[in-house]
């Protein structure tokens, strides 16, 4: 008799023990983030790299919290949240992320429209319509056991990025050098990008992904209970979040420094400081960097996007699923879930839909960063208290190195919006 298989099982390889954290990770990359991290690498240079390597242990920090929250509980961040505080809480919480989500939405279907175009010719425009949806087919119709392995093979698309690098011409002593002593300048302008780039790297979707995919996977593997009521699974389920999320988040950090960098050692260095969107800095890299580093990029904003736009609209509909305690989950059929499914499609339709109005992509894909950037504040609050609570948590509320992380997150979050206003104001 064959044994169940678990998703924690020994026998598994790295690549198999990788999922939420890789994936989650990986999203993070998205062709809105491609787009900010190649305005702030095109417009300062050098000066913005050391971003990469303070986001990397904060996002650590919180993206461990959310999971954990998610393995031990058995619920997602909203329905975890609509228990234990005030509904208006809950409901502007995830009012602003459906915001956020869908201008991104927008954004990234829209950038791989453009990307496309760059590639093969045809219309932009019609390319975001068909990667709407395709991604909007794949959540509703692909069983999750067969969509997860998907999602997780398109993170491979972001090392297009570390082979972009390799291509030009980099002057590595110089770039240690800056991004370990950087010229940080005191602007309204620098402010608002620091604020964007932590917006787009430690985002509220990422947050909300993350628990409600550990939960999808507990409830996918057979054997597998929420880990308050099988305390006996915690070494290995923890052990595992704790090695998925450091490789998924570094893996994160990685590309997003890259993409800062081809733009800083290539358009900045050569005058072109003004960079708007992800499709753009591609076509601006072909006289600068060659056809192939053309190439490679203008196709890794199709893959990340791929990989992106889904995991956008599914943080948006569990979100929203759980606020109103609606069954959830991509592992249900439509029929089960309607609510989540609907979600889902008003989200990523309604994204693909503003891709044909007047409202500005550019403008609008910048301050949606903005927006997350400041969202993000009092949400990481909300699931630093809910991660100490033993009412919530039971023996396994967080605790040591990974409270202070998580904490000094929020901390940092918040004084760089701060920082933003205080600038703002002057």
């Not at 242990?57 to 997602?76: E, F, K, Y």
């Not at 699931?383 to 023996?395: E, K, N, Q, Y």
Request: net charge positive.
């Amino acid at each position: 008799m064959n044994k169940p298989k678990t998703v924690l099982s020994e026998n598994q390889s790295i690549w198999e023990k990788l999922g939420p954290g890789l994936i989650t990770g990986a999203a993070d990359d998205d062709p809105s983030g491609i787009a900010t991290y190649s305005q702030v690498g095109s417009a300062f240079g050098y000066g913005m790299l050391w971003t990469a390597f303070l986001t990397l242990p904060l996002m650590i920090g919180i993206q461990s919290v959310s999971a954990h929250i998610g393995r031990v509980t058995g619920d997602g961040l909203a329905a975890n949240i609509r228990r234990r505080y005030s509904p208006w809480l809950l409901h502007g919480l995830v009012g602003l992320l459906l915001l956020a989500n869908t201008i991104n939405i927008a954004a990234d279907v829209g950038a791989m429209g453009a990307a496309l175009r760059l590639l093969v010719g045809g219309p932009a425009h019609w390319y975001a319509i068909a990667f709407g949806v395709l991604s909007l087919t794949l959540q509703v119709f692909v069983p999750f056991p067969r969509y997860a392995p998907l999602l997780k093979g398109l993170t491979l698309a972001l090392f297009a990025y570390v082979g972009t690098v390799f291509v030009v011409k980099v002057p590595w002593g110089d770039v240690l050098y800056r991004t370990i002593v950087p010229s940080v300048s005191f602007t309204m302008e620098y402010a608002v990008g620091v604020v964007a780039v932590f917006g787009t790297t430690i985002s509220p979707y990422l947050f909300f992904w993350q628990a409600s995919q550990e939960v999808e996977e507990q409830r996918a593997a057979k054997g597998e209970e929420p880990l308050k009521k099988a305390p006996e699974q915690a070494r290995r389920s923890l052990r595992r979040i704790k090695n998925d999320t450091y490789v998924g988040m570094g893996f994160s950090n990685l590309i997003a420094f890259f993409i800062m960098l081809t733009a800083a050692v290539t358009l900045h260095q050569h005058g072109v400081t003004d960079i708007q969107t992800s499709s753009q800095a591609a076509q601006a890299l072909r006289p600068l960097a060659g056809e192939f580093a053309f190439l490679l990029f203008a196709a890794g904003i199709v893959g990340s996007g791929l990989l992106a736009v889904p995991i956008l609209a599914g943080s948006a509909a569990y979100a929203a699923a759980e606020a109103f305690g609606w069954p959830i989950g991509l592992g249900r059929q439509l029929m089960q879930a309607r609510g989540f499914y609907a979600i889902v499609t008003v989200a990523t339709l309604l994204g693909v839909a503003l891709n044909f109005t007047p409202i500005d992509p550019i403008k609008a894909l910048f301050w949606s960063a903005v927006i997350n950037g400041v969202t993000a504040v009092p949400i990481m609050v909300v699931i630093m208290f809910l991660s100490a609570r033993s009412d919530v948590m039971g023996r396994f509320a967080v605790k040591g190195r990974l409270k202070v992380l998580g904490w000094l997150a929020t901390a940092v979050m918040a004084l760089a919006v701060l920082v933003m206003v205080a600038t703002w104001v002057k």
